[in-house]
């Protein structure tokens, strides 16, 4: 490993316990069982490859962090290079008192009724990317699946030009996959975000329109004029928080579906409307959570017997808190009907996500057109899948035989 340069080699994790690194090649495939091994070691692990950054592996520590916004603060929401430039992207972002102001101002656009209003949209789009594959007896369910959806529904939402998701997925993928490592490429993609954000939010004040765009570009926050960098950030935040997040989510669930066609059967024998969809979309989001976060520490503070110091970092790791056996029963077990299902993957305290209506309404809509489209699809075993590692964990290729 080199400090110092733009940016650091890595070389494989030595131990997950004490050496742990979110980029590491084995993550993505395997980051469950990596959790479930150290728990059983310590509630938190450390790296020192980005300085000095901690991983919690347990509810109660997760929970810890999450609740505390004095002693860790979102102006961190990555582990990166402790010397990364930190651009805003409110309200993930921001602390109290700072905060409440900026979700405010966004959550209207995602409330239930705005939402549910695209669900026939969003249903008619599905189709047309199954009608789209036809009858081959192969496809990729995430490169013709499930990287579409989540863009088309963010920018119904949002007004963002759908003709641009290549860009964003580009973005996304140099922001998650290679930023936290490399600074130049950090600073590279925010500079292209914020001059693509700054000419539609531009066009915006001139063309108003219904959408979250025009709502941003005239953002006012108790009768004050919003920055109009903190304005670009609130975009930036719908591109990186709302595309990828889901497209994890609905890909392992693909993933997952694909080995177990007892549950696609179970779940194709009722009607759309039934509780049974829910809850295994809920079950999707406890067992595959795709969204790590992190925080800054603040002040010398102890989780779970772990010191922490002030200007170390710590992950959020809501996706290694819902396997936590002493949460959920047969926590390893996916069950397709599992009630009270009391998952973290929105995460909790005041920055749980604002786009979870969008992101389970996608979800549910996805998985009913797909298994009911192929209801004897299965893996390809012929080729492999690939998953994102980091912050935003979910398959990338998903290769599988339609079933036709
Ligand atoms: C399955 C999909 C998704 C998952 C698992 C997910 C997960 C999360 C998590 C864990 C947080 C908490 C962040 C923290 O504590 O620092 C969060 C916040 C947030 N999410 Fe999501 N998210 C998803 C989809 C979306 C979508 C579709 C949007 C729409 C744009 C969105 C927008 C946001 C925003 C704006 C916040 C910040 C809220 C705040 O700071 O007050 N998310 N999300």
Known sequence: MTYGGERIDWEPVKSWVTDWDWLDDGWGENAIDIWNDVREQCPVASTERYGRAFMPVTMEAVRQIANDTDNFSSIWVAVARPDAPRRPAPPITSDPPDHHGHRRLILPAFNPKAVTSIEPDLRAFCRKLITDIGSSSTADAAEQYSQHIPVHGICIITGLPEEDADLFRDWIYRNFQLAPKDNAVRVQVATEMTE????????????????????????????????????????RLQIVAGIDTTWSAIGSGLWHFAQHNDQV????????????????????????????????????????????????????????????????????????????NRHVAFGLGIHRCAGSNLARLEMIVAFQ???????????????????ANGQVRGPRILPVLTGH
């Open 196 to 235: 693509y954000i700054d000419v539609l939010l531009r066009d915006r004040l001139k063309n108003p329109k219904d959408d979250l765009l025009t709502v941003v570009a005239n953002a006012q926050i108790d009768g004050q004029e919003v920055d109009w960098d903190v304005k670009v950030g609130y975009i």
């Open 369 to 387: 057109e797909w298994l009911r489209a192929f209801p004897n699809y299965s893996l390809d075993a012929s080729k492999k899948v690939t998953w």
């Open 265 to 340: 059967q179970r779940l194709i024998a009722e009607p759309n409307e039934h509780d049974l969809w829910s809850e295994a979309t809920e079950e999707v989001l406890r067992y595959y959570a795709p969204v790590t976060m992190a925080r800054k520490v603040l002040n010398d503070v102890e989780v779970s017997g772990c010191p922490m110091h002030a200007g170390d970092q710590t992950l959020v790791t809501f996706p290694a808190a819902n396997h936590d056996p002493k949460e959920f029963e047969r926590a390893d077990e996916f069950i397709l009907d599992r009630k009270n």
